[in-house]
């Protein structure tokens, strides 16, 4: 069982609908959790993190983080045709050494058509 | 500069050639890391550097040789790939001190490079 779950998807919506993504994970270390947007042929870019349980809401994204489940999602409102991109979520225990180990989700593909 | 540049973009290499891909930023962070990206898969984590030592390897093998030589840089010398190597190679950095946001949770972002594409014939 990988540390990480998430669906590949590819997941495709119409612009305006709202996505759901979502990551399963098994070790109850995790204390920071975050989603990534990686556009084609580009590095990952932040989009949101969580520390612990609870929501987290920025602008049209919203993270959720529920521990006792081991499941975190991300959802993004009135999605758009520039938010087709991977969406990776990522978790980390924690700083160790001045650096934080970072497991990945496999990547959910999403394409918005207009 | 709140960016980390790599270079080169793209790489094509034999397996017995020796290259080089070049990590820099100049944002005074003190931990750098490399990740190796298949297609259509997630990064994994090869190497982490903390205060120009390395704090991280994950079991990487000895044809992976990565380098700190300052605070800024990093490289990775690639000696004897093979071509299941192929892949993209990312380069990313944190503070050395989490960010403090509005709610009061210290968060360490790693900063990611557009990566270097490598092709190992």
């Known amino acids: 069982q990988k540390e990480v779950e998430q669906d590949p998807g590819p997941l495709s919506v119409p612009e305006g609908a709202i996505v759901s993504l979502n990551c399963t994970y098994s070790n109850s270390a995790f204390q920071y959790f975050m989603w990534y947007r990686q556009y084609s042929r580009k590095g990952p870019e932040l989009l949101m993190y969580?520390?612990?349980?609870g929501n987290k809401e920025d602008g049209r994204f919203t993270a959720q983080v529920d521990k006792s489940s081991k499941y975190i999602s991300l959802f993004i409102r009135d999605s758009q045709p520039s938010d087709s991109a991977t969406y990776l979520c990522?978790?980390?225990?924690?700083?160790?050494?001045?650096?934080?180990?970072?497991?990945f989700g496999q990547g959910t593909r999403l394409t918005i058509n207009p | 500069d709140t960016e980390v540049t790599q270079t080169p973009k793209h790489l094509v290499m034999g397996m017995t050639n020796k290259k080089s891909l070049k990590c820099e930023q100049h944002m005074g962070h003190r931990a750098m890391y490399w990740y190796k990206q298949k297609a259509k898969k997630p990064p994994e984590l090869m190497f982490v550097?903390?205060?120009?030592?390395?704090?991280i390897n994950e079991s990487v093998p000895s044809r992976f040789s990565p380098e700190c030589p300052n605070s800024s840089l990093l490289n990775l010398h690639l000696h004897a790939l093979q071509p299941e190597d192929s892949a993209l190679y990312l380069c990313?950095?944190?503070?050395?001190?989490?960010?403090?946001?509005?709610?009061?949770?210290?968060?360490?972002?790693?900063?990611f490079g557009p990566g270097t594409r490598l092709t190992v014939l």
């Open positions: 969580t520390y612990s349980s």
């Open positions: 550097y903390s205060y120009e030592k390395l704090s």
């Open positions: 990313a950095s944190s503070p050395k001190n989490p960010a403090l946001d509005r709610t009061g949770v210290h968060y360490n972002e790693q900063f």
């Open positions: 990522a978790m980390s225990p924690g700083t160790i050494q001045g650096a934080q180990k970072l497991v």
